[in-house]
């Protein structure tokens, strides 16, 4: 993708140290320049410009400049004024408040300029200086340069292009006469030679060497340098570069063709002309925009030529142009859906990378959250069994001494069993949840079955146990709450239970219902109206006398040239068709306009056919295209047919320059395919002694519209092709087998 190209203009011809001259040319070199630069036609810059301002805020300006830009940019910084030297050779740029005593802190250093380029990321920096040197000024001349000044070795770095009004040894003048102090206003003085030049090879174009329509940075260095020596012999202005490639600078408007072309298209002689044509050949596949347009103009005037010779070779170019455009569009567009799918896969896949990361990460947590939930309940649990272990034993052991000190004959094997029930009742009483009524039910289920659930391991002690406490809850079951409905007044509605409502639609499915019906309906209407309609307009078509003209559009000899509006319209003969495409809001009308039996008029009564087929495009793709009868120039009857997908309309219009708008006279609606052929048949004849035109539209054999036009009708004109798109994206119609067959006329 081309970058940006941008400007900084420094200007500086007043200065408050009295030992620096007044310079006249500066503000006027800095206005011309930055004119020319901003002209988006020549060269498209957007410029900025800095007029006598102080040191501080020019170098601010300048890193500013330089900063955030991208790689494909293209940066001018030009610079006119004093350049001063200090004792070390090292070069500043003065500006209004530079002191020659004080100069590493009020004056711009070169190193400066040259670390900010390096440090820029575009790589097509161009730098260029026209200074006055020290402000060494000779009689009768401002001279710019000294011998001790080496502006390339300080200024030029990686990615950059320095440009400089005079090397180290050389002088550059401003003009002929020498300025001083008040002696003229800003910008009224003499331009310095090299800006002089340089506005010039840009704006004249005279700097395109080559002749191809752009201007490079090396052609516009070549330019002024040829230029400047030529007039000032002892001014050499230097360059000094360390860039990848050429740079594209500006471009010329004011290409025309060479005057060897010219004379030769001029010529007489065919062998001329055919020569001449070869040669803008070249020169469009090497030339820009501008170029190519003007050699366009050119060979479509040829394409008219006298000579079928040059006539024919002019169509070959035209035709080679269509398709190597036609090719470029492909091309891009297979490039750009490529590109999207490429995108839309990698949104695809960062997407579902980020969700799957998102739900690895949750069902981590999860995990590792159900994990540590289970060693806690487990931890619990055992510390629970544990203490109610604990317990047990310890009543255990107090209830065997008690029964030892009173005497009661108690058996260590006693002692045990009591501690075995002792234990679990202890620990299910730490550890049991509440009762639902569903535990209730389980435990009913196992006193009644007298066992206990699977894996259990009580004792039949603790089974008894339960049985008993399950026995005595039986016994007196608990009543039942009274429900919510029971305490409902009788008139107060009573709620049903979800699955016994009745269903309502939402308002969306009720419309969603309503316009399928009404479009079922009209479908109905549409049919019947084919049905009875079609033997009727059937009666309307007329018996045919002979073929007039016929065309396969297997050659080009009957010269069909289309007459197309929107930039990417046209048509051209390929592969035994006649290919129409027009681009978004484009259309095309064609004729044959070297049949004499048809054009520029064909008979009064005809029947004109032709096989028209849509080429497949995107989805809901809008096509229309049509037969045309009795045309000349904006007017004609057309027959059309307008749809999208297999849903079609008729139209028969009529255009006319008679009239405020179009006209269209009746229409129907047949179904189709449009990718196929699809045979179209316009019978144009007069009727009511000729006072009035019968139309009748015909599709793959029948009739489907019909009108008969008695005001103001067209009484002449020829046949033709056409197509219109209303899509955002081109649309493409293929023509072929297009007949004129002669009818008996009813009142012609």
């Known amino acids: 993708m081309e970058g940006r190209r941008v400007a900084l203009l420094v200007a500086t011809d007043r200065y408050q140290d009295t030992g620096l001259s007044r310079l006249a040319a500066p503000a006027g070199d800095a206005r011309k320049l930055a004119a020319v630069l901003g002209d988006s036609a020549i060269a498209g810059f957007e410029v900025m410009r800095l007029y006598n301002r102080p040191n501080a805020e020019v170098g601010k300006a300048i890193g500013n400049f330089y900063r955030n830009r991208k790689r494909d940019d293209l940066t001018l910084l030009y610079f006119t004024g004093h350049g001063i030297k200090d004792d070390y050779g090292q070069l500043y740029l003065a500006m209004t408040d530079t002191d020659r005593d004080n100069l590493p802190f009020t004056g711009l250093r070169g190193e400066q300029i040259r670390m900010a380029m390096e440090g820029c990321r575009s790589r097509q920096n161009v730098l260029v200086l026209d200074c006055c040197y020290a402000g060494a000024f000779p009689g009768g001349s401002g001279v710019k340069g000294d011998t001790a ?51 010039e090879g840009l704006s004249t174009g005279r700097a395109d060497l080559d002749g191809d329509g752009n201007i490079t940075l090396d052609e516009l260095y070549s330019y002024v340098h040829d230029r400047v020596t030529e007039e000032q012999p002892q001014q050499r202005p230097k360059k000094k570069e360390d860039v990848e490639g050429r740079i594209l600078f500006a471009w010329n408007i004011h290409w025309t063709l060479p005057p060897h072309i010219s004379n030769a298209l001029s010529s007489p002689y065919a062998v001329a002309k055919l020569t001449a044509l070869e040669e803008l050949r070249g020169r469009y596949n090497s030339g820009n925009t501008i170029v190519q347009q003007r050699i366009l103009e050119t060979v479509r005037e040829l394409a008219e030529d006298d000579s079928k010779q040059v006539s024919n070779a002019a169509h070959q170019f035209l035709s080679a142009v269509i398709e190597a455009e036609e090719k470029a569009r492909r091309e891009a567009e297979e ?3 490529q590109e999207a799918e490429a995108k839309a896969r990698q949104e695809a896949e960062a997407k579902a990378g980020q969700e799957a990361e998102a739900k690895a990460g949750q069902e981590a947590e999860a995990k590792a959250r159900q994990e540590a939930e289970a060693k806690a309940r487990q931890e619990a649990e055992a510390k629970a069994r544990q203490e109610a272990e604990a317990k047990a034993r310890q009543e255990a052991e107090a209830k065997a001494r008690q029964e030892a000190i009173h005497g009661e004959a108690v058996t260590t094997s006693q002692v045990g069993e009591d501690a075995i029930i002792t234990a679990p009742t202890v620990a299910s009483a730490a550890e049991a949840p509440k009762h639902t009524p569903g535990a209730e039910a389980a435990e009913h289920q196992v006193a009644a079955d007298g066992e206990a659930p699977t894996g259990s391991k009580e004792s039949e002690v603790s089974k ?79 018996p045919t006398a002979g073929t007039i003209f016929r065309d396969n559009f297997s050659s080009e000899v009957y010269g069909w040239l289309p007459v197309a509006s929107g930039k990417g319209s046209g048509a051209y003969y390929g592969n035994g068709v006649y290919h129409t495409y027009a681009a978004a809001g484009g259309s095309v009308l064609s004729s044959p306009k070297k049949a004499s039996n048809v054009y520029p008029s064909a008979p009064s009564n005809i029947l004109v056919g032709v096989d028209a087929r849509v080429l497949p495009g995107p989805a809901r793709l809008i096509y229309s295209y049509y037969v045309a009868c009795r045309t000349s120039g904006p007017n004609g009857y057309e027959f059309t047919v307008l749809g999208t997908g297999h849903n079609v309309i008729i139209t028969i219009e009529k255009l006319s320059t008679n009239g405020s708008s179009p006209k269209f006279l009746t229409n129907a609606a047949p179904t189709i395919n449009p990718n196929s052929d699809n045979l179209l048949q316009a019978q144009c004849t007069n ?3 000729g006072r009035g035109v019968q ?32 899509n955002d994206t081109p649309v493409h119609v293929d023509f072929n087998n297009f007949v004129v067959k002669q009818v008996d006329g009813t009142g012609g």
């Open 149 to 199: 000044v080496h502006a390339l070795e300080q200024l030029s770095g990686r990615g950059s292009v320095v440009l400089t009004s005079s090397d180290a040894t050389q002088y550059s003048f401003e003009g002929d006469q020498l300025t001083e102090t008040g002696a003229t206003s800003p910008g009224s003085g003499p331009s310095s030679l090299f800006t002089r030049f340089l506005v």
């Open 335 to 337: 490039k750009a859906r």
């Open 464 to 542: 008894r146990r339960k049985r008993t406490i399950l026995k005595r809850t039986r016994k007196s079951p608990p009543t039942a709450p009274a429900t919510p409905d029971a305490t409902k007044l009788p008139n107060e509605p009573v709620e049903l239970p979800p699955a016994k409502r009745r269903k309502r639609l939402s308002r969306r499915a009720l419309i969603v219902i309503g316009s399928a019906s009404i479009l079922a309906l009209i479908l109905i209407i549409r049919i019947i109206v084919i049905i009875i309609s079609g033997p009727a307009l059937n009666s309307l078509l007329l």
């Open 687 to 689: 009727v009511q002694g």
């Open 695 to 726: 139309l009748v539209f015909s599709v793959n054999g029948t009739a489907v519209a019909a009108a008969t036009d008695t005001h103001n009708p067209l009484r002449t004109g020829s046949v033709g092709v056409g197509m219109l798109n209303f």
